[in-house]
T-cell receptor, first 108, second 115 residues
Framework: AQSVTQPDIHITVSEGASLELRCNYS??????LFWYVQSPGQGLQLLLK??????LVQGIKGFEAEFKRSQSSFNLRKPSVHWSDAAEYFC??????FGKGTRLHILP | DTGVSQNPRHKITKRGQNVTFRCDPI?????LYWYRQTLGQGPEFLTY????????KSRLLSDRFSAERPKGSFSTLEIQRTEQGDSAMYLC?????????????FGPGTRLTVL
């Protein structure tokens, strides 16, 4: 059974606006969590990962995510999105079981 | 580190034909995974190898599908008697066996079109 869920199937933001993509996990122990991005026609690329330690994780392309045990969340954030960020985003645990992901649309 | 490579990148075949895809993982990675992705969906797990041993298979992997990793390096995925429903992107990924779990690196995929 999937232990990581993304509540939002689609998110639309304007270029330059801030972004937060939600990810919730259900686990007893501290999970290992990953965010991947899949751009149109591109392969899956790791944005960032959390194993332990600092709960604010910095990734590539200006993305960050914060592990919040109290909220069982690992939300992905970016302060200012670019049109090239339009893609499908997947939050995963170490079992690497994919759900539907969140498709990000960028308005010009 | 040259990344995970997959060949061919595209394959068009007629229904009923057999096809074989190849995946070359990152050289030091002993774990190799196959996924299938259809349009608008996330990748679905098909099977997993640790070295040459196939440790897990999804029920999606019907008896027309077979995967091998004979020497624990590259892997092949064969589909026999292809059907139109097999049209999809087939993704391969690899990872090491370190703890905490190493990152899973994905190849570019092989897009299969069954006519």
């Amino acid at each position: 059974a999937q232990s990581v869920t993304q509540p939002d199937i689609h998110i639309t933001v304007s270029e330059g606006a801030s972004l937060e993509l939600r990810c919730n996990y259900s686990y007893g122990a501290t999970p290992y969590l990953f965010w991947y991005v899949q751009s149109p026609g591109q392969g899956l690329q790791l944005l960032l990962k959390y194993f332990s330690g600092d709960t604010l994780v910095q990734g590539i392309k200006g993305f960050e995510a914060e592990f919040k045990r109290s909220q069982s969340s690992f939300n992905l954030r970016k302060p200012s999105v670019h049109w090239s960020d339009a893609a499908e985003y997947f939050c995963l645990d170490d079992k690497i079981i994919f759900g539907k992901g969140t498709r990000l649309h960028i308005l010009p | 580190d040259t990344g995970v490579s997959q060949n061919p990148r595209h394959k068009i075949t007629k229904r009923g034909q057999n096809v074989t895809f190849r995946c070359d993982p990152i050289s030091e990675h002993n774990r190799l995974y196959w996924y299938r992705q259809t349009l608008g969906q996330g990748p679905e797990f098909l099977t997993y190898f640790q070295n040459e041993a196939q440790l897990e298979k999804s029920r999606l992997l019907s008896d027309r599908f077979s995967a091998e990793r004979p020497k624990g390096s590259f892997s092949t995925l064969e589909i026999q008697r292809t059907e139109q429903g097999d049209s999809a992107m087939y993704l391969c990924a690899s990872r090491g066996s370190a703890l905490p779990p190493d990152t899973q690196y994905f190849g570019p995929g092989t897009r299969l079109t069954v006519l």
